[in-house]
């Protein structure tokens, strides 16, 4: 049976990514681990502050993984939570996990927190980046309702591979934050169409800011992150000059290229697919979208 | 912000041994954290809720969720964030069968 990814929870989507029954969870609810801020702020919290973080087995293979939930406060990262994240990422370099799995759904820092949650989400790319500096791969999984956004935008871009759906939205400033700061003639954030268009995980894909696209399936993601795992598997995973440089390369190209275009249409019939298949995007099931972008997509 | 306290004595029911959550904190939803700890038989049911002024409503859900299950030496914690008393039965129900299933 397919189990959609996007209705999940955050413990419902690790407990499924990860080989049956062998998630063990680091700070359960049970502690009471909770935001110092939101109580004073008089708001609710959760015991587990938004983030479920552990280790298990992914198809045998010992990893660590962390999950956001998204329905709380959007995800959105708080003193407690970052450091729930930084704190799996430094335990998996010193108990040398194989990799490291992180499904982000996040709206990006908690401004309820303040400066406290901005320092939590640079340490979490500090992290992200250490550990890939050890040689163990950091995998990122999108595919909640609330995407990924703001500084956990970069830090999933500071990871090896990122896993998306179609449903998935991925980027630094959210469609309401662009229409607010920028008025709605810049960006109309009701229009669904194009959010998707601009943010979603098909165009993600063909732009080459995410490496799988998968559908809307807990069992189609976990398959991706075997594979990904396996890509890396005596391979180095740091991030080096060389990669840095080639990244800005591919973005200059980009903005030479694309930079003129008022929507992602053009950016797709720019890349060689035609107008009708441009239209077409939309509709298609995942793997015939990733057929049809083989060809034309940019690897990234 | 609200706290409300429940302790119910007498329980005949025991409950697993790995405490459970279930819900999320978002609107209209709740979770709730159910752990077994010794209270000479008894039920607790600590409520942390966003929605003020209902204490009367909750009384009544907890009370029915007691009659239906009758747990002893139960710890169950709530964070509410404006449920329906006919969400937080469910929730209160999945908890406690999420132990059940465990045994």
Redesign the interface.
């Known amino acids: 049976m397919n189990h959609s990814y996007l209705e999940a929870?955050a413990?419902e989507r690790i407990a499924q990514v990860l080989d049956a029954g062998s998630f063990e969870e680091f700070l359960?609810?049970?502690q009471?681990v909770v935001s110092p801020h939101l109580?004073q702020l008089?708001?609710?919290?959760?015991?587990?502050d938004?983030v479920v973080v552990g280790r298990g087995s992914l198809f045998g293979a010992s990893v660590f993984a962390a999950a956001q939930?998204g329905?709380?406060m959007g995800g959105a990262v708080g003193e407690v939570h970052g450091a729930k994240l930084v704190g799996l990422l430094k335990r998996a370099v010193q108990e040398r996990a194989t990799a490291v799995l992180v499904l982000l759904e996040t709206g990006g820092v908690r401004l309820h927190e303040a400066n406290a949650g901005l320092i939590a989400v640079s340490e979490v790319m500090r992290a992200v980046l250490d550990t890939r500096a050890q040689n163990i791969p950091v995998i990122v999984l999108i595919g909640g309702s609330n995407g990924c956004f703001g500084g956990m935008g970069i830090v999933a871009r500071c990871a090896n591979v990122i896993i998306m759906s179609e449903e998935a939205r991925l980027a630094m400033s959210g469609p309401e934050v662009i229409e607010t700061a920028n008025g709605v003639e810049e960006f109309d954030s009701r229009d669904r169409a194009l959010v998707w268009r601009t943010t979603g995980g098909k165009h993600r894909y063909l732009l080459g800011d995410c490496q799988q696209l998968v559908a809307d399936d807990i069992a189609a993601f976990r398959g991706a992150a075997k594979e990904a795992l396996q890509a890396f598997t005596g391979t180095s995973t740091a991030l080096t000059l060389a990669a840095l440089e080639a990244e800005q390369t591919m973005l200059a190209e980009r903005i030479r290229r694309f930079g003129a275009a008022v929507d992602p249409l053009e950016i797709w019939t720019g890349l060689g697919l035609s107008e009708a298949q441009s239209h077409d995007v939309a509709m298609l099931e995942a793997d015939a979208f990733v057929a049809l972008a083989a060809a034309y997509r940019v690897k990234g | 912000?609200e706290t409300l306290n429940f302790r119910f004595e007498n329980g005949t029911r025991k409950i697993g041994l790995r405490?459970e959550?279930v819900g999320?904190?978002?609107s209209g939803?709740l979770?709730v954290?159910i752990?077994p700890v010794d209270l000479g038989g008894a039920c607790s049911v600590e409520i942390?809720?966003?929605a003020r002024g209902f204490g009367a409503i909750w009384e009544a859900v907890i009370g029915d969720f007691h009659k239906r299950w009758q747990l002893a030496d139960t710890r169950i914690?709530i964070?509410?964030?404006g449920a329906t008393p006919a969400v937080v039965s469910l929730r209160l129900d999945q908890a406690v069968e999420s132990m059940v299933e465990e045994r």
Do not use: H, I, Y
């Open positions: 929870n413990r359960p609810p049970a009471r109580g008089d708001a609710p919290v959760s015991f587990d938004g939930e329905g709380f | 912000m405490p959550l999320v904190v978002s939803n979770e954290l752990e942390k809720t966003a914690a964070n509410d964030m």
